[in-house]
Each structure stands twice: as structure tokens, then as C-alpha cells.
């Protein structure tokens, strides 16, 4: 069975930071890209940022670029989202999720296979 857990989050003050991790396991996720989406009340999900296998391409939504960081580690199955400089806007409920490929990732994330349960981060002003 496939699962992917995220960890972090909670409750940060403007300008504060913090750390996502999501850790995968059920299968291999060679060569599978892994990101971050994200969901506020009332909104859509909304792609954050993926990487790559090879680490060596990742993509950035406009708004969280230069402020977050996405890396991985392929002996933990694990990736990270680093979010720095946080802004009551970044409130949302943030999930994990692994596809083969990037374009599902960044723009048709209903193809994307696989999904974390999501964890809170809630930014006050």
C-alpha cells in the first residue's frame, strides 16, 4: 500500500518558518517526481513546488520562490519543503504527492497518483 506522511507545520508568526517533510513508502519512487500543493479555505488546490529524482530540477510557484525550498533525499524516501519568510497568505493545509512525471505536478495535478493527508500550517499576522 502506498502511503506518503507529511510532518511539520502548525502554527508560525509572519516572517517565521518552517519545515515540511513527507516520507514515502509502498513502492519505488525512482525516477517519480515529488512535490508540494496547498489549499486554503475556500480555494482550490493549488500547485507549491516539485523536484525532481535527480534533484536537479525543481519548480517553484511565482509567489514562493527565493522564500521556500524543495529537496529530497532518495535513501529516506523522503522530501522537504523548507518555507522561510512566511505570510498570513501561505495559511492552507499543504499536501504531499509523488508522480512520474513533472507536467502532472505543475499543471494537471489531477493525474497525480499519489497524495498525502495533508498538514496545517497556519501563519499569523
Known amino acids: 500500500q502506498v502511503q506518503l506522511v507529511e510532518s511539520g507545520g502548525g502554527l508560525v508568526q509572519t516572517g517565521g518558518s518552517s519545515r515540511l517533510s513527507c516520507t514515502a513508502s509502498g513502492r519505488s519512487f525512482s525516477n517519480y517526481f515529488m512535490g508540494w500543493f496547498r489549499q486554503a479555505p475556500g480555494k482550490g488546490r493549488e500547485f507549491v513546488a516539485a523536484i525532481a529524482w535527480s534533484a536537479l530540477t525543481t519548480n517553484y510557484r511565482n509567489s514562493v520562490k527565493g522564500r521556500f525550498t524543495i529537496s529530497r533525499d532518495n535513501v529516506k524516501n523522503t522530501a522537504y519543503l523548507q518555507m522561510n519568510s512566511l505570510k498570513p497568505e501561505d495559511t492552507a493545509v499543504y499536501f504531499c504527492?509523488?508522480?512520474?512525471?513533472?507536467?502532472?505536478?505543475?499543471?494537471?495535478?489531477?493525474?497525480?497518483?499519489?497524495w498525502g493527508q495533508g498538514t496545517q500550517v497556519t501563519v499569523s499576522s
Open positions: 504527492a509523488a508522480s512520474p512525471d513533472r507536467i502532472s505536478m505543475t499543471t494537471l495535478k489531477e493525474r497525480v497518483p499519489y
